[in-house]
């Protein structure tokens, strides 16, 4: 992994280290409270996270640390079994994660239900929110609820006690993070509001809580690694938290993972992946830190300042160990109103409002599991949430699959097998150059998305006309409808026509819901595959009727379920 790079290289990744590892200190304090245990320990985290997996991991660009995606399940244990528990949960996710690694895990991962993912993603951000009221606006309570009615309940109930400095100083610093990235991209907005509220604070003496009132000093030391305290009971009873931790860190990891991929055009290991995660999170509390994960806003800021090898996470580790030995002192100055407006900023971005809204027009099935797992993240437990949300998922889909004719397709499966006794072969007809046919058998769901997406990373020179047959495709779900959205603005991109041939009623239908219709475009969709053909001649100004000889056929690539 660190092979061939450059001078040039190793000072970009330097820089790019630096710069992240700065992004990150306040997103690390913030994370840290948010989860109910002491702002170093976020710092902690994000240092021991930052550079195992970094060293280890299957990513050249992964940044790891803490995630707001964490706060909800830490704060339930820390609440529950104290820190030492929170320890012996992370210390066992850790054992999970590689076990999953070893076990190859990694790609089945990725056949998670999308509306799953978005709805405990939307639920988290919407708990996060929550959770900063009480310091955003300074409110006189002085424990507040772990339960989201019973908060909402209380905050209402305490809203004539809003503090009007404190409230000044969470306001400021959430405008100054909205608007300054108009000023400038390369320096955090956080940053600045941290450096600006904290000014004001300290020079004007104002009445606003601090890390310090709250918490006392940052420690200007690396602490040494100790073991937690553990009994048979309490690892029982930690068993769930403990599989959640891992699931819900493995998802980050991998969807971080893949967003980098497209960003730097690369390709990560996903199995090793997941084993340098396992190996942080039990590295991570053995010096005090808390669960670690790929942190997609990092790994972006990462990639966007040039870093391109693990030497920038590497340095953006040691940056923050830096900051922490010389500026802890400093640190503890930081309003808690302006760390409440980077955690409101973090679960803005992390709601997928758009996602959510377009998700709504999925199919009924979808949109259960989506409002249920968002339903149960929000009011009840995160732990609940992945559990139902995924049984929900595999039973619908069972649902689904027994309401679809099988006799049909697998009638269609054995004549693809002869394609002589297909009148409708793809293989009796002539399909210009230029031009790419694939065709896929079977529902369209999340288990057949990942397939589909590797056949079509398999295309390295695009071509000038996509055709996708599908005749044998009675059913698409939110997954596969957020994959071919994909597939339209990659189409796009790379300046190819994509035309469907022989959509069924459902997948139809799901279009038009969806909003692709409308994307892809009327014109683009036929019955049947010579329609399709004779639009692909016209795209490519060529006659309706070829001639013998003017073209070749194309190998029909088939996806079978």
Known sequence: ???????????????????????????????????????????????????????????????????????????????????????????????????????????????????????????????????????????????VPADFTEKWIVYFKNYSTVHLETFFIGMLSLLIIIFWPKISRKIPGSIIAILVATFIVQFFQLDVDTIESRFGSIPSSFPSPSLPNMDLATIRNLILPATTIAILAAIEALLSAVVSDGMIGGKHRSNMELVAQGVANIFSPLFGGIPVTGAIARTATNIKNGGRTPIAGIVHAITLLAIMLALGQWAKLIPMATLAAVLIIVAFNMSEYKVFKQLLKSPRSDLIVLLTTFGLTVIFDLTIAIEIGMVLAVILFMRRMSMVTNIGIITQEIKDKDEVEDPNSINSRSVPDNVEVYEINGPFFFGAATKFKEAMSTIENPPKVLILRMRSVPAIDATGLNLFRELVHNCRRDGTHLILSGVHAQPLFAFTQYGLLDEIGEEYIFGNIDDSLDKARELLGLPKKGRPGDFVPVVKREMKQ
């Not at 660190?2 to 000072?11: A, H, L, Y």
């Not at 930052?50 to 995630?67: A, C, M």
């Open 1 to 143: 992994m660190f092979k061939d790079i450059t001078r040039k290289q190793f000072f970009t990744d330097l820089v790019a280290g630096v710069l992240v590892g700065i992004v990150a200190l306040p997103l690390a304090i913030a994370f840290g409270i948010a989860s109910g245990v002491t702002p170093e320990k976020g710092i902690i985290t994000a240092i021991i996270g930052g550079f195992i997996v970094s060293f280890l991991g299957g990513s050249r660009v992964q940044i790891g640390g803490p995630t707001g995606a964490f706060i909800v399940i830490v704060y339930g244990i820390v609440q529950q079994y104290g820190v030492n528990g929170l320890m012996i949960a992370t210390l066992m996710a850790g054992v999970i994660l590689i076990i999953m690694g070893f076990a190859q895990f990694g790609s089945m991962i990725k056949f998670i239900p999308y509306p799953v993912v978005v709805g405990f993603t939307s639920g988290i951000a919407v708990v996060i929110f929550s959770s900063q009221i009480n310091d955003f606006f300074g409110l006189s309570i002085d424990k």
